[in-house]
Antibody, heavy 125, light 107 residues
Framework: EAQLVESGGGLVQPGGSLRLSCAAS????????MSWVRQAPGKGLEWVAN????????YYVDSVKGRFTISRDNGRNSLYLQMNNLRAEDTAVYYC??????????????????WGKGTTVTVSS | DIQMTQSPSSLSASVGDRVTITCRAS??????LNWYQQKPGKAPKLLIY???SLQSGVPSRFSGGGSGTDFTLTISSLQPEDFATYYC?????????FGQGTKVEIK
């Protein structure tokens, strides 16, 4: 059974940095796209970024471009999110999620079928 | 970016009721649409993928439909464990976007 465990959250001042980690087990990590999704207190889900199996493609939501960097280490079965220049609006629970992608006649479908429990990031002075 | 709009934002229903939630995309997304369930303090759980395919282990009372811009999630007979918030999400392009959520509460 797939298991994802996030860590690295905490309280940080505006302008500060944090690095989130996600440890994967129970599946072949290198076969999957991986994503970060966040949820601000009392709000809905917001997709943040994802990364291809070999790390060659990375995509971000506009609000974090230039500040956040997603990366992975397939040898360590780990996903990371480096967050710099943090703002109050980045305060959220951050989830890592496994993203399964499959092709049907050159159309690529995907869904997030395994999620961690989340790690909380609070940006406040 | 593709905007996803769910309706209603919340609803009250009784055990045994048939419940339908609607999700509309700001442009056509074919069938690149997933549905998730989230309970308070928990991670989201995948229910439906590719608009109408039931994820393994999800009860058959859940069903999805639609294509293009208009989609539905239907719970045929609401059970006590179904009281939660439901989100649609498009996987047509990045950024992947979610609807704002529909909270299903007990009447």
């Amino acid at each position: 059974e797939a298991q994802l465990v996030e860590s690295g959250g905490g309280l940080v001042q505006p302008g500060g940095s944090l690095r989130l980690s996600c440890a994967a087990s129970g599946f072949t990590f290198s076969r999957y796209w991986m994503s970060w999704v966040r949820q601000a207190p009392g709000k809905g889900l917001e997709w943040v970024a994802n990364i291809k199996q070999d790390g060659s493609e990375k995509y971000y939501v506009d609000s974090v471009k230039g500040r956040f960097t997603i990366s992975r280490d397939n040898g360590r079965n780990s996903l990371y999110l480096q967050m710099n220049n943090l703002r109050a609006e980045d305060t959220a629970v951050y989830y890592c999620a496994r993203e399964w992608e499959w092709e049907v006649l050159f159309h690529y479908y995907s869904y997030m079928d395994a999620w961690g429990k989340g790690t909380t990031v609070t940006v406040s002075s | 970016d593709i905007q996803m709009t769910q309706s209603p934002s919340s609803l009250s229903a009784s055990v045994g009721d048939r419940v339908t939630i609607t999700c509309r995309a700001s442009q056509s997304i074919s069938s690149y649409l997933n549905w998730y369930q989230q309970k308070p303090g928990k991670a989201p759980k995948l229910l439906i993928y590719a608009a109408s395919s039931l994820q393994s282990g999800v009860p058959s009372r859940f069903s999805g439909g639609g294509s293009g811009t208009d989609f539905t999630l239907t719970i045929s007979s609401l059970q006590p464990e179904d009281f939660a918030t439901y989100y649609c999400q498009q996987s047509y392009t990045t950024p992947r976007t979610f609807g704002q959520g529909t909270k299903v509460e007990i009447k």
